[in-house]
């Protein structure tokens, strides 16, 4: 794989992975921000992986790096700050509980209304986190968030 990103093809290049930072340090914090080829990013670690996910809520641009990480029917989620919405590490599904109006009374369930956030590829090589832009090709809420007068807000970690 090609690490650096320097020598390729500039169609390829925005997919190229990029070093956001060291192994020993995101382990400390659990988590941190980057700027991945102009897009603003989060990186998480919880319980022993890593996740990477557009910064910015798919809801209304919520900063989910200030966000608690939760549990919700077994799945890890970011609970953003701003509105609260749950979205799943792993896959930027976004979750909500369902309750059945013919029977208030019943347990409500926890849905998923599919990936609403962007997730992105994390790796690591020798003790460096690398963030790798997913190019799958569907349009994912958060892209709104991540494009135009949003795009590239400041850092802060
Ligand atoms: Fe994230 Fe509304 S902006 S829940």
Redesign the pocket.
């Known amino acids: 794989m090609n690490l650096d990103g320097c020598a390729q093809d500039p169609e390829k290049r925005e997919y190229s992975s990029v070093c956001v930072g060291r192994e020993d340090d995101i382990k400390k914090s659990e988590r941190m921000t980057a700027v991945v080829h102009d897009r603003e990013v989060v990186i998480f670690y919880h319980k022993g992986e890593y996740h990477a996910m557009d910064i910015r ?6 900063p989910l790096h200030l966000g608690d990480i939760e549990d919700f029917d077994g799945r890890p989620c970011i609970v ?1 700050p ?4 749950k979205i799943t590490l792993a896959t930027g599904e976004g979750l909500y509980q369902s309750v059945n109006p013919k029977d208030p009374s019943a347990k409500p369930k926890w849905c998923s209304k599919g990936i609403k956030q962007r997730i992105h590829t994390v790796t690591v090589d020798n003790g460096n986190i690398y963030v790798t832009l997913s190019n799958e090709p569907f349009k994912c809420d958060s892209d709104f968030y991540a494009t135009g007068d949003f795009k590239v807000i400041k850092s802060s970690s």
């Open positions: 809520c798919y809801h209304s641009g919520g953003c701003w509105h609260k919405y």
